[in-house]
């Protein structure tokens, strides 16, 4: 390999290296960036249409589509967040409430009366020993668990949309 050679190979490895390092650097970025073209390009033609129905204001059309489409966005996304954390909370209940009438106690032996579910059951059981109080210990805590999860999240959510909003307020 002769000394030109040689360095353009080096050069090219050292131009990879570089725009790999480049691409870890904005990959945090990629889906924001992502969401932002797609949202111009969908809104692009009501701006268009907006602005000669606000008599070529391109700023009060910007406004108010940004407004629109942030609403569009946030409230349906917190409803939905408020949803799934009062659904969590009446799953929760409902597992306690199905515990406390005994269900769970009489569940191992309806499901060895099926066909299939019963013999992995059978051999679940022989391998790991589930006594119905442990069964009951773990669906509590994993009910528990699950619904402080949503509850949190659901929190972040609303926070985070709070902030979003008022962040695009002061930036007004």
């Given at each position: 390999m002769t000394k030109p050679q040689l360095f353009t190979a080096v050069f090219f490895a050292l131009l990879l290296l570089l725009l790999y390092q480049i691409a870890l650097m904005f990959r945090p970025f990629l889906f924001p960036v992502l969401w932002a073209a797609l949202l111009a390009h969908l809104t692009?033609?009501?701006?268009v249409r907006f602005t000669s129905f606000v008599r070529g204001r391109e700023v009060v059309s910007a406004s108010c589509l940004t407004l629109l489409v942030l609403a569009l966005v946030v409230i349906p996304i917190s409803?939905?967040?408020?949803?799934?954390?009062r659904e969590a909370i009446t799953a929760e209940q409902a597992i306690r409430e199905w515990i406390a009438s005994g269900a769970l106690q009489r569940l191992p032996e309806q499901l060895r009366t099926w066909?299939?579910?019963?013999?992995l059951l059978q051999q679940f059981n022989d391998r790991v020993l589930l006594?119905?109080?442990?069964?009951?210990?773990?669906?509590l805590s994993a009910a528990t668990f699950l619904s402080r999860f949503f509850l949190e999240q659901v929190g972040d959510l609303l926070k985070n949309a709070f902030l979003l909003v008022t962040d695009f307020f002061l930036m007004l």
């Amino acid at each position: 390999m002769t000394k030109p050679q040689l360095f353009t190979a080096v050069f090219f490895a050292l131009l990879l290296l570089l725009l790999y390092q480049i691409a870890l650097m904005f990959r945090p970025f990629l889906f924001p960036v992502l969401w932002a073209a797609l949202l111009a390009h969908l809104t692009y033609p009501l701006h268009v249409r907006f602005t000669s129905f606000v008599r070529g204001r391109e700023v009060v059309s910007a406004s108010c589509l940004t407004l629109l489409v942030l609403a569009l966005v946030v409230i349906p996304i917190s409803m939905l967040g408020v949803l799934l954390a009062r659904e969590a909370i009446t799953a929760e209940q409902a597992i306690r409430e199905w515990i406390a009438s005994g269900a769970l106690q009489r569940l191992p032996e309806q499901l060895r009366t099926w066909p299939v579910i019963g013999g992995l059951l059978q051999q679940f059981n022989d391998r790991v020993l589930l006594t119905p109080d442990s069964l009951e210990q773990g669906l509590l805590s994993a009910a528990t668990f699950l619904s402080r999860f949503f509850l949190e999240q659901v929190g972040d959510l609303l926070k985070n949309a709070f902030l979003l909003v008022t962040d695009f307020f002061l930036m007004l």
